[in-house]
C-alpha cells in the first residue's frame, strides 16, 4: 500500500557526498521528510525520497555543504511526462480499457451442465430462441424467467438454475429419471384395451407371481417364445360357472424364465499395434469464429501418427471469457506393427470380453446359474462358443388382439 | 570561575537519577516515555529496528553509530543499510555482529 502511495505521488533516488552527509540525513528527518533504502559506498550515500521532499532539499544542502544528484526518476508524475510523448500509445491504452469494459457487458460463453436427456443443441436452440446468445447484453438477460421458460418447455428438467459469472452464462439442469407423467398417460392409453404378458425367450417358467391378469402357466413349464404367460382377459362367471363377461386388465406379475443365451465370440490372431517412433511435433493454434489457425502452418510430414488436441477458452482475468480458443497439437508419428497373439494370450482376450458381458448382463437384474462355454481354434482365430444358462425376466405386455376378444365374447 | 563539577555535585546527581528512576519504577510509567530511553528491537542478526533516538552520528556500511538521549548506540556489522529512517524510528537491515553502548 506504502508503495502504491509512493508510486502515485512519485518519488526519485537521490546520491549525496560532501562535508556532512549524516547531518544532511538528520535534518531531513527533522524536517518530517522520510528517508528509505538509504545506503553508503565510498563516502557517498544513495536514498530514496519523495518527489515533493526533494524540493525542499535545498536548504539542507547549504547548510550540510553537501552536493546531491538525481538518480532515478519513479512513479506517476514522470510517467504522465513522458506520456505526453507518446498520445497514441496512451490512448490506445485507454481504448484497450474502455474496450474491455464495453465487451465485459456481453455474453460471450453458455456453459451446460447436468443435461443428459436434453441434449445440448435443444437447449441452446431453445436459449437462442429466448434470445440467449452469444454477444447479446448482459443487461436484457432475465435469469428467473428463462429458469421458468426452461422448465416449461422440457418436461424431464425438474431444476434449473441459471447464473451469470463474468461475461459467461451457467445454466444447471437436473432431470427425472423416471417416466414422467405424459410417457405414463402414452402407456397407459396404448394397454387401453387391456394387454397380456408375454415370454420373450423360450425357456422354463422358474418362478411366478401374479399380481393382475390370468395366469396360463404354473412354475416348471416350459414355455416359447410370444407364449401368453399371464393372460389380460379376466373372466366375470355367473352361479352357475359360465362366463358372463370378460374384464381388460394389463397383465402384471413378477416372473423368472431360465433361458440359454448363445454365446459365440471370435479373437483374430493377428493384430496390428502402434509403435510410437518417439518423434512428435507441437504446434500452437487458435480458434476464431470456428476456423482453427495452426503455427507453424503445413502439414508435420509424419505418415502415421496420432493427433492431441489441448484446447483453452482464452480468459481474461479469470472472468471474461473471450470467443478465441487457444492450444497445442502434439502430433506422434508412430509404425502400424503386424503382430500375432499366442492362443494363451488369445483365449485370455476372450474370457475377459465373457466377463464384461456377463457384467453388462447382470447389471441389467440377469443371474447367471451355468456358463458353459468352450475355445476352439479355427483358422486363424479362437473361437469362444457356448451357452449361458440365466434367469431372466424375460417378458412384456403385448395388446390383447381383436381376434381374441372377438372370439371370447358370449 | 571554574564551572567543573566536584565529586560531591556529581554523587548528588546520580543520586537524583536514581530518585527519578526510582519514582518512574514505583508508578510504572514506560522509561522509554520517561527517561527518553532508547529501544533497540533485534530481529534475528539481519535486522534493527531503533526508536527514541536524536539523530545518525555516523555512518559506514561497517557501522551506524546513533545517538540517542543518555547515550550513543553503535551498531557494528557489513553491508549495513538503513531500510528507513524517520523522526521516529528507523530500520537498520545488513549482516550484524554487535551492538554497543558507548
Redesign the interface.
Known amino acids: 500500500m506504502i508503495g502504491i502511495v509512493r508510486y502515485l505521488k512519485g518519488y526519485v533516488k537521490i546520491k549525496v557526498w560532501g562535508y556532512s552527509p549524516e547531518r544532511f540525513m538528520n535534518l531531513c528527518t527533522n524536517r518530517h521528510i522520510v528517508l528509505w533504502g538509504v545506503a553508503g559506498c565510498n563516502g557517498c550515500y544513495t536514498m530514496y525520497l519523495g518527489l515533493s521532499d526533494f524540493f525542499a532539499l535545498r536548504d539542507i544542502v547549504r547548510k550540510t555543504k553537501t552536493r546531491v544528484a538525481v538518480l532515478e526518476r519513479h512513479g506517476l508524475p514522470f510517467l504522465m511526462r513522458d506520456v505526453r510523448k507518446r498520445k497514441m500509445f496512451a490512448a490506445g491504452i485507454g481504448f484497450c480499457f474502455f474496450f474491455l469494459l464495453l465487451m465485459s457487458r456481453f455474453i460471450w460463453a453458455i456453459q451446460l451442465e447436468g443435461n443428459l436427456l436434453v441434449t445440448d443443441d435443444e437447449l441452446y436452440n431453445f436459449l437462442a430462441a429466448q434470445g440467449v446468445d452469444y454477444g447479446v447484453p448482459k443487461s436484457s438477460l432475465k435469469l428467473e424467467e428463462l429458469e421458468a421458460a426452461i422448465r416449461e418447455e422440457f418436461s424431464q428438467v425438474t431444476w434449473t438454475s441459471a447464473c451469470l459469472d463474468g461475461t459467461r452464462i451457467t445454466i444447471q439442469i437436473k432431470e427425472n429419471d423416471l417416466p414422467t407423467s405424459q410417457e405414463r398417460k402414452q402407456e397407459a392409453q396404448k394397454y387401453e384395451e387391456g394387454a397380456d404378458m408375454v415370454a420373450l425367450q423360450s425357456g422354463v417358467v422358474a418362478s411366478i407371481l401374479t399380481r393382475a391378469g390370468v395366469p396360463q402357466v404354473k412354475e416348471g413349464d416350459a414355455v416359447e417364445k410370444g407364449t401368453v404367460l399371464v393372460s389380460g382377459l379376466v373372466p366375470v362367471k355367473n352361479d352357475d360357472g359360465t362366463v358372463r363377461e370378460w374384464l381388460r386388465k394389463v397383465a402384471d406379475a413378477d416372473i423368472m424364465i431360465q433361458c440359454e443365451e448363445e454365446v459365440s465370440l471370435t479373437q483374430q490372431l493377428a493384430y496390428q499395434y502402434k509403435n510410437y517412433t518417439g518423434r512428435e511435433k507441437t504446434y500452437h493454434f487458435f480458434s476464431l469464429g470456428g476456423r482453427r489457425y495452426r503455427f507453424p502452418p503445413g502439414r508435420c510430414g509424419f505418415v502415421s501418427f496420432d493427433e492431441v488436441v489441448e484446447e483453452n477458452r482464452l480468459r481474461l482475468f479469470g472472468q471474461i471469457d473471450l470467443p478465441v480458443e487457444t492450444g497445442t497439437i502434439s502430433c506422434r508419428e508412430y509404425l502400424p506393427v503386424d503382430a500375432m497373439y499366442d492362443e494363451q494370450n488369445a483365449a485370455a482376450l476372450l474370457n475377459s470380453r465373457l466377463e464384461k458381458i456377463i457384467c453388462q448382463m447382470e447389471e441389467k437384474g440377469v443371474q447367471i446359474i451355468q456358463k458353459d462355454v468352450k475355445i476352439v481354434r479355427k483358422a486363424n482365430a479362437l473361437v469362444m462358443q457356448g451357452k449361458l444358462t440365466v434367469l431372466e425376466e424375460a417378458v412384456s405386455l403385448q395388446s390383447i388382439g381383436e381376434m381374441e376378444t372377438d372370439a371370447l365374447t358370449p | 570561575m571554574s564551572r567543573k563539577k566536584t565529586p560531591a555535585k556529581a554523587v548528588k546527581k546520580e543520586a537524583e537519577k536514581s530518585t527519578r528512576e526510582k519514582l518512574v519504577d514505583s508508578l510504572r510509567f514506560p522509561r522509554d516515555m520517561m527517561m527518553g530511553a532508547s529501544i533497540v528491537t533485534v530481529i534475528g542478526n539481519g535486522q534493527v529496528l531503533v526508536e527514541n533516538y ?8 561497517c557501522s551506524i553509530i546513533l545517538q540517542g538521549k543518555s547515550c550513543r548506540i553503535a551498531i557494528c556489522g557489513c553491508c ?8 521516529e524510528d528507523m530500520k537498520i537491515e545488513g549482516k550484524i555482529s554487535e551492538i554497543r553502548y558507548l
Do not use: F
Open positions: 536524536r539523530g545518525i552520528l555516523e555512518y559506514t556500511e549495513l543499510k538503513i531500510a528507513y529512517y524517520t523522526n
